[in-house]
């Protein structure tokens, strides 16, 4: 089954606490991105990746890093976390041109 | 800048009725428009979509409608069932197939 799988689905962590959000697809897409959605805000754009060693800030990069060292994964590193990135956080990815397809959403919360 | 609004935070339709969801965007060289639903606790998920060469894009029950000249499209549902209650959002391509969100349409569909 096409998908895009995220781990873990939910996580509460505390301030400073290093953490990794996986994000793995098995579409073959070039595209990878990774979104937060916020109540009333929308999805807003964190990171991309157009290709496997080839990523570029979104909208909202602060705090975050990505790595894209396979096709496949893409994951979201938060060095340092704090209670503004308390979020849900999505995983996209797509060929280029073409719609995106979301993981399920990883809920974190940071005490 | 760059931006993609919603007409209505909130939609309430009965059961049976055609359902119509507005946006605006900002950025008059999009190129490409996607609709996406989002169920509670999901991920969004793919609707339809329509390029700009078009102004009209019909599938199974939906029909997207572009208006180049005022930069507006929208969504309509017809016969509108319970399972169409969802968070509905129109995402516009910018560059570097970038997907800019707006705010997203609460659809209740009530019996």
């Known amino acids: 089954e096409a998908q895009v799988t995220q781990n873990p689905r939910y996580l509460i962590t505390v301030t400073g606490k290093k953490l990794t959000v996986t994000c793995s697809q098995n579409m073959n897409h070039e595209y990878m991105s990774w979104y937060r959605q916020d109540p009333g805000l929308g999805l807003r754009q964190i990171y991309y990746s157009m290709n496997v060693e080839v990523t570029d800030k979104g909208d909202v990069p602060e705090g975050y890093k990505v790595s894209r060292k396979e096709k496949r994964n893409f994951p979201l590193i938060l060095e340092s976390p704090s209670p503004n990135q308390t979020s849900l956080y999505f995983c996209a990815s797509s060929d280029i041109g073409n719609e995106q397809f979301f993981g399920p959403g990883t809920r974190l919360t940071v005490l | 800048g760059e931006s993609v609004g919603l007409h209505l935070p909130t939609l309430s339709v009965q059961e049976g009725d055609n359902s119509i969801i507005n946006c605006a965007y900002s950025?008059?060289?999009?190129?490409?428009f996607i609709w996406y639903k989002q169920e509670s606790g999901k991920g969004p998920q793919f609707i339809i979509d329509?390029?700009?060469?078009?102004d009209k894009r019909q599938g199974q029950r939906v029909t997207v409608l572009l208006n180049k000249t005022v930069k507006h499209l929208s969504l309509q549902i017809a016969a509108t069932q319970p399972g169409d209650s969802a968070v509905y959002f129109c995402a516009d391509r910018g560059g570097y197939n970038k997907l800019i969100f707006g705010a997203g349409t609460r659809l209740a569909v009530h019996p």
């Open positions: 329509i390029r700009s060469n078009m």
């Open positions: 950025n008059s060289a999009s190129d490409y």
